[in-house]
């Protein structure tokens, strides 16, 4: 994750400032933790009234601020999150409803306001379980942690595979829960029945004795005045039906028809449309620029020079790209016109030649285990550009003191607070409207997001609204990307082919010990993290750490298999623990795709097992290479655990999706830098995996072994470059230790 | 002088300069939104209309070449009453879209070539279907087509699920 916006992005805020005190209200966040079940409501009855006063304007009744049930029987979730597209806020649906017996024809999901009283402490509260597993000890835990605490709680995030196994797991099953107990007790009163004697189904309290029956919607005014029962008790999954089937998405009826409204589809009267460019390499200023040539095209109204870069402000788009592309901008470099992709390589290199590690992991004596002549390989991998399809697109107004903000973004609550910061305005005066994002994969989050501060920045001088796109060609040069990053791994065998000693070093900004699951058991161990820096924003990318470690370690141990002599998953067996899920899974994946049986002459076999987010996944690629050098994959065949799973078809549709990107991204996406600049410049030159290159045939299977549910939408993506990997080794006997394949297949 | 030309079955005289990419005229005068930009080169397809019938790549076709030629796009789909096209019952069938932002470029791409093929091998769908979606749904699109042509047999199996 990027920790170092660039200045512009967050200036010092005002001393003195009417409006939510955004670190106060984050470290404050921390104290809320163990006390609310629910969300902010039972430490803040103020956000809690707002709330429900908000969602109460056009009738209904609330519980526990995410829940609304009308008095028609309809039934609206407010959800924390963002659905883009991986189906969570289906998920979380289905987990409220089930524990609430809704009738699931009745309801529909919406995303919650971005306000603080929406902000998502069943997040925080999960996520500080899950990391300590004492959620009550807050006292202890490390700086760095709360820091990184601070930045998730609170906040309206979505990412690292959280939704369904924080927010869903421990908030919306519970509100689902007690908003029937509550509607139960009151069915009772009103029927004056003992409450046992009451049975719920399809959103009814029924009593079968006197063969009555109440409607939610009847009983919704009076329950919503109960308090909640805050450790209401939950099903067992023998009884569910609306959890574990496969619903189909609520959201997916309006992208067929084109009717879904993402961020870049909005307008109001009256409103402009402008893009941008910045700065080409990352830490220049604006040093001049003759506004002429743009203004000069028909449609252009404005040519508006920032800090660190220029847009031009048009009647559409067309003429504000028009009038950009007339420009010609120049730039300083910040210093940083000598960096490129091989100088960044060369700098983590001697980074892990000097050993002087910034963290180190492990277990063992390595460096006794490793020996005088180690098996060593070096690693390298690329920066990744997201290369969502929607580019960013953010409408903002300013008008009699209020700011409006309109788009798609993974963390609303957080945007809204970030343009806060640049206007200058109080946060009452400032409202961010979410939209549907179209794709993200980590790319939408505001504290890498400049464009926040771009478009407020534009609509505080603008007397009208004005819609900011940046060209695919800016959303390429500007990312916030996944990592270039180096490792050197070196290990050691004994004659019974067992590893004696294993070292993973690798350089990037930062260390990956935290996401990172070395599931193997080993003698010695040791994981160094080496720290580089480079004049680029970094940021999560779908998967973030794990998919540059996944392909290094299960790279690294199919070079070690080969090595021994054996079997690459009898030697992955040797080194787990007999009874763990890992091996599992692996014997599963191994069973499921023929491991073991004859292929086509060309074609070979390969295997990863990684662990990510909670959830093990294991991937056999069957590839081979084609006459132009370039890999073919034919078959995955996929093991997955994630515990337990909500909606299988959508968990299958984010593995399928996961696994394609994996692949992608190992085949062909590379950003690399020259002279401080980004060189790819739109999707021509940055190759995105299509339709033709993606596997016939994907045989993905959920083990669901009961254990804490891990994630779904990364997990699918860190295996898929090393079983390629693995499977063109055994293919072709030439060992991919660089990525991109294309460029190597070119080389 | 306005351009003449037929979207969605309906006459429209559209009042942009000649050299607007067709998508800024679709999307900014009027105002169908269905139709998305990706990448303004035509490389990624999300921009995906017919004209004439021909799958085209609207962010890079100058509005002045469609004069008099007839225009569809994803909201021009579903019949006169309102029912959705067997495509796009297919892709809601398979629940194809995920984040949905490239699907009605890929639903037009995909009736396009359904309508010249009847019913396409899964190399001409390789051929054909070359817009890229970043969510990775390629094998649900396939599924899709294939179902949409009657070739439900060689549809993907179904999700398994259960404890």
Redesign the interface.
């Known amino acids: 994750m990027a920790d170092t916006p660039t200045a512009d992005m967050q200036p010092a805020a005002p001393a003195k400032r009417k409006g939510v005190k955004r670190r106060a209200f984050l470290i404050g966040g921390v104290a809320v933790v163990g006390a609310g079940l629910f969300g902010i409501s039972i430490a803040d009855s103020n956000a809690s009234k707002s709330a429900k006063a908000l969602l109460e304007r056009d009738g209904g009744h609330i519980f526990a601020t995410w829940l609304k049930i009308g008095e028609d029987d309809s039934i609206t979730i407010y959800s924390p999150h963002t659905d ?4 969570s806020n289906t998920g979380l649906a289905q987990m409220l409803a089930e524990e609430l017996d809704a009738a699931w024809d009745q309801v529909r999901v919406v995303s919650a306001p971005a306000e603080p009283a929406f902000a998502n402490v069943g997040l925080g509260r999960a996520f500080l379980a899950d990391m300590t597993g004492q959620p009550a000890i807050i006292n202890g835990i490390p700086q760095s942690f709360l820091s990184f605490l601070a930045r998730q709680m609170n906040l309206q995030i979505t990412g690292g595979s959280t939704a369904l196994r924080f927010t869903g797991r421990v908030t919306f099953q519970n509100v689902g829960a007690a908003t029937r107990l509550a509607l139960v007790e009151t069915a009772a009163k009103r029927l004056g029945v003992p409450a046992d004697e009451l049975t719920t189904q399809d959103s009814h309290v029924i009593h079968a004795k006197s063969g009555r029956a109440l409607r939610y919607g009847e009983l919704a005014a009076e329950a919503a005045t109960l308090s909640l029962d805050n450790a209401p008790k939950l099903k067992d ?1 023998s009884q569910y039906r609306i959890m ?3 619903m ?2 609520l ?12 961020g ?2 909005f ?1 109001v009267p009256d409103m402009r ?1 402008a893009t941008i460019m910045a700065a080409p390499v990352r830490g220049g200023k604006l040093t001049s620029v003759d506004t002429a040539p743009a203004l000069a095209v ?2 252009v109204e404005k040519v508006i020079k920032l800090d660190d870069a220029v847009a031009v402000v048009a009647k ?4 504000a ?1 028009s009038g950009l592309r007339a420009l010609t901008p120049e730039f300083s470099d910040g210093g940083n016109g000598g960096i490129s992709t091989a100088s960044i390589f060369k700098a983590q290199d001697d980074l892990i030649a000097k050993g002087d590690a910034d963290s180190t992991a492990g277990d063992g004596d390595v460096q006794a285990g490793l020996g005088a002549k180690p098996i060593e390989a070096k690693y390298q991998v690329p920066f990744l550009h ?6 960013f697109a953010l409408t903002a107004h300013f008008k009699d003191g209020k700011l409006n903000i309109w788009g798609g973004m993974q963390d609303p609550l957080a945007t809204k607070m970030m343009a806060v910061d640049v206007s200058g305005l109080d946060a009452d005066d400032v409202t961010f409207h979410p939209m ?6 980590g790319r939408r989050l505001p504290m890498y997001m400049e464009i926040v501060g771009q478009v407020t920045k534009l609509a505080m001088q603008l007397p009208y609204p004005v819609k900011l ?1 940046w ?3 800016e959303e390429v040069a500007q990312g916030a990307y996944r990592p270039q990053s180096s490792a050197a791994l070196k290990a050691s065998l004994t004659k019974e082919k067992r590893i004696k000693a294993y070292r993973n070093d690798y350089a990037q900004p930062e260390s990956a010990e935290s996401e990172t699951v070395f599931p193997y058991t080993l003698p010695a161990v040791s994981r160094r993290h080496f720290a580089h820096v480079s004049n680029q924003q970094t940021g999560a990318w779908r998967s973030v750490n794990s998919t540059q470690q996944g392909f290094y370690n299960e790279s690294f141990m199919d070079e070690l298999a080969h090595a021994a002599g054996e079997d690459p998953v009898v030697f992955r067996r040797n080194h787990l623990k007999a009874g763990s899920r890992h091996l599992r899974v692996l014997d599963e994946v191994a069973a499921r795709s023929g491991w073991g049986s004859p292929l086509p002459a060309g074609t070979g076999r390969g295997v990863a097992l990684v662990e990510s987010f909670r959830t093990i996944v294991a991937h056999v690629i069957e590839a081979s290479v084609g006459d132009d050098g370039m890999p073919k994959v034919h078959k995955v065949t996929t093991v997955v655990d994630a515990g ?2 909500v909606n ?7 593995i ?6 994996g692949l ?1 991204s190992a085949i062909g996406e590379a950003i690399t830098l020259e002279n401080g600049a980004v060189q790819q410049s ?3 030159d940055y190759p ?5 290159g ?3 045939v ?1 045989d ?3 083990l ?1 072994s ?1 254990a804490v549910m891990g994630g779904i939408g990364e997990p699918g993506v860190p295996p898929a470059a090393p079983a390629l990997a693995n499977a063109l080794f055994a293919a072709t006997g030439k060992r991919v230790r660089n990525l991109p394949i294309l460029t190597q297949a070119k080389a | 002088m306005a351009i003449q030309t037929s979207i969605n079955g309906k006459p429209v005289a559209l009042a942009a300069e000649p050299d607007t990419p067709l998508l800024w005229v679709i999307r900014e005068e009027l105002g169908l939104t269905g139709t998305k930009f990706g990448c303004g080169i035509a490389a990624c397809g999300a921009c995906t209309v017919h004209v004439n019938g021909e799958p085209t790549r609207s962010c890079s076709l100058p509005v002045s070449e469609v004069a008099g030629k007839s225009i569809t796009t994803i909201e021009g789909l579903k019949s006169a009453d309102g029912t959705l096209h067997a495509v796009q019952q297919a892709w809601i069938s398979a629940q194809v879209p995920q984040c949905g932002y490239c699907q009605s470029g890929q639903i037009m791409a995909a009736v396009a070539l359904i309508e010249k093929t009847g019913s396409p091998s899964d190399a001409q769908i390789d051929e054909a279907m070359t817009n890229i979606c970043r969510c990775g749904t390629y094998p649900r699109i396939r599924k899709a087509i294939h179902a949409a042509t009657g070739q439900a047999a060689k549809a993907a199996k179904p999700a398994e699920g259960g404890a």
Do not use: C
Request: hydrophobic share 40%.
């Open positions: 883009i597209g991986q189906g999954p574990r089937q496969s189909q998405r959201d997916i009826p309006a992208k067929v028809d084109g009717s879904a409204q993402y870049m589809d307008s449309v028909k449609g559409g788009y067309w003429p790209i997201h290369a969502m399809m929607e580019p549907m994002i179209g794709g993200s994969f796109i060209s695919r060609e337990s799973i299988p078809d959508a968990a299958m549709a984010q399928e999706g996961g696994t394609i990107m992608s739109n999707l021509a995105l995996l299509k339709m033709a993606a596997p016939l994907m993905v299977h959920f669901n009961g």
